[in-house]
């Protein structure tokens, strides 16, 4: 993720994310490996209290375009009940 840029790779291929999608990565990004609650993430990218399902359907789209396989997810890890964590290597 180039945050100065706005870009996204993948293996040396671009990948297209939608705003909402780049501002979620960008926050996972920037707390790497510390998990953050659904309530702060939909506080952060969303400006304050949605529906968590929200975030879920985000989160899904972004498994499908940077994970190699979306169902086996390795890089945003799901807390059950808490929320999400990108994995930092």
């Known amino acids: 993720v ?3 840029r706005g870009l996204v790779t993948v293996s040396g291929q671009t990948v297209n994310l939608t705003p909402r999608e780049y501002d979620l990565l960008a926050l996972l990004v920037r707390h ?9 993430i939909l ?3 969303w400006g304050g ?7 879920r359907i985000y989160v899904r789209a972004l498994r ?6 979306p169902e086996q997810p390795t890089l ?12 930092a290597d």
């Open 76 to 87: 945003i890890l799901t807390e059950q009940g808490v929320g999400y964590r990108l994995r």
């Open 32 to 40: 790497a490996g510390k998990v953050l609650t659904h309530k702060f």
């Open 49 to 55: 209290e949605t529906d968590v399902q929200y975030l």
């Open 64 to 69: 499908q375009k940077i994970e190699a396989d």
């Open 2 to 4: 180039d945050q100065v």
């Open 43 to 45: 506080r952060e990218v």
